[in-house]
């Protein structure tokens, strides 16, 4: 049968070449790069060589980059690891409503803990408008954290815009870019960011590692407690392996990025102007500013884990807002942010395209999808035909 | 996730569509939590001679909707109402934790449609 994936902003698949990268440190260079003879030497040659390229991409100094477990963990480090070492300056923090749970939870941890938290509203599209990041800041104001494009809807934010601002009132600014690392440039000065986290899986390299980047005399307060590792910022015997392998996938993501962007948000358009021939079909976010690999529609009438069934007994693999996706009674927080009902909201579909998605996969999705939205209308009590 | 049974009943729902003379119409949930089901029903002697449903739900919601009316087809109405979301779980080999309720919503709607049912006796006779 045909397998279609189609849900890259889930997760990516491990480039072979990223792997070969790897395979050397889970056997023969099995060293721990704290140890000073020839193996620790060797995996500590390997972690630095991994930092450097990581640092280089960045537009960064190799000891702003603190390597994770996860992109959550980056995010959980940046958000908690900077509002425990700034606690004396102040305690509010400013966010959005459409953040990932790894930020939007981060920082309601923090409001349970004392801090103060705003939530800014964003548009239609998705949009952050930097005029309110503005007037949202306080003089307690100790940190900023808007995420650099949507992992739902795709909607790319002014970070550079808003990180000129956050910084010249002197609090420190987070963008979680595990979304865009790999696909957009990311450079943390034209960024103007403080704190950066990124997740090496989203990028065709393994799972189980992730990134921050974190400025120059910025502290941070460690989650986890043990060995001097990463500066002090995060003990734990480092993963060389998955840390080999996340700088490998970077490196090769940024040399092919611009062309395969333009690939990718070609094949995108294909499918929006297919998608919207169904009726009663609505695009979820902004038409400009948006991934090149992110779909993202809501079917009136229909809900989405219904969809998604019928769409991998085709062969297609997809995800969708509606609650019964998430495991709760509640459609995605990110499309009700968007002003969205909860009716249409449950009818959500994201398509997100890698590497391998060709046109023709394309074509074929185009093919099913009709097919599928027809035959659950038929079946909806809320449709009239 | 789901058992066989449950993805055959997804895959080919039975008794899908309307009933233009029913006698009794029952329908629960709402579109706010993501699922809505509507049932017809026909009664001929005290017994569901036959029944039509229309869902709006998750593949769980369109399994049990579909389950019920197989389960519920020849009955008499006060077997009917006694048709619990557990026998049509149970019906359908199971169905996950976060799902168990929508066996809840294709049995209230049957009780719906039986209670329309009655209630459009009583104002007749």
Known sequence: MTQIYMDHAATTPLRPEVLETMLPYFSEEFGNASSVYGWGR??????????????????????????????SEAINLALKGAAKAQQKKGRHIVTTAIEHHAAYDSVFWLKKNGYEVTVLPVDSEGRINPEAVRSALRPDTILVSVMHANNEVGTIQPIS?????????????????????GILKLNVDELNVDLLS????????????????????????????????????????????GIVGLASALDLAAAERELESRRLARLRDRLFAGLQEIPFTRINGSRVHRLP???????????????????????????????????????????????????????????????????????????EIPEIVHRLREMSPLYQA | MYSEKVMDHFRNPRNVGELSQADGIGEVGNARCGDIMKLWIKVENGVISDLRFKTFGCGAAIATSSMITEIAKGKTLDEAENITDNL??????????????????????????????????????
């Not at chain 1, 060797?42 to 992109?71: H, K, M, P, W």
């Not at chain 1, 815009?161 to 690392?181: C, K, M, S």
């Not at chain 1, 502290?219 to 910022?233: A, D, S, T, Y």
């Not at chain 2, 359908?92 to 809840?104: E, F, Q, R, V």
């Open chain 1, 198 to 241: 990124l997740a090496a899986h989203k990028f065709y390299g393994p799972k189980g590692v992730g990134a921050l980047y974190v400025r120059k005399g910025v502290r941070l307060e460690p989650l986890v407690h043990g060995g001097f590792q990463e500066r002090g910022r995060r003990a734990g015997t480092e993963n060389i392996a």
């Open chain 1, 293 to 367: 690999n992110n779909v993202s529609v809501c079917f009136e009438f229909i809900e989405g884990e219904s969809l998604l069934l019928n769409l991998d007994l085709r062969g297609i693999a997809a995800s969708s807002g509606s609650a019964c996706t998430s495991g709760s009674l509640e459609p995605s927080h990110v499309l009700l942010a968007l002003g969205l009902s909860h009716e249409i909201a449950h009818g959500s579909l994201r398509l997100t395209l890698g590497r391998e998605t060709t046109e023709s996969d394309v074509d074929y999705v185009l093919g």
């Open chain 1, 42 to 71: 060797r995996a500590r040659q390997a972690l630095d060589r991994s930092r450097d390229t990581v640092a280089e991409i960045l537009g960064a100094q190799a000891e702003e980059i603190v390597f994770t477990g996860s992109g």
């Open chain 2, 88 to 125: 049509i779980a149970e019906a359908l080999d199971g169905l996950p934790p976060l799902k168990m309720h929508c066996s809840n919503l294709a049995a209230d709607a049957l009780k719906a449609a039986i209670a329309d049912y009655r209630l459009k006796q009583s104002s007749a006779s």
């Open chain 1, 161 to 181: 815009a808003i990180g000129a601002l956050v910084q010249e009132h002197g609090a420190l600014f987070h963008t979680d870019a595990v979304q865009t690392a």
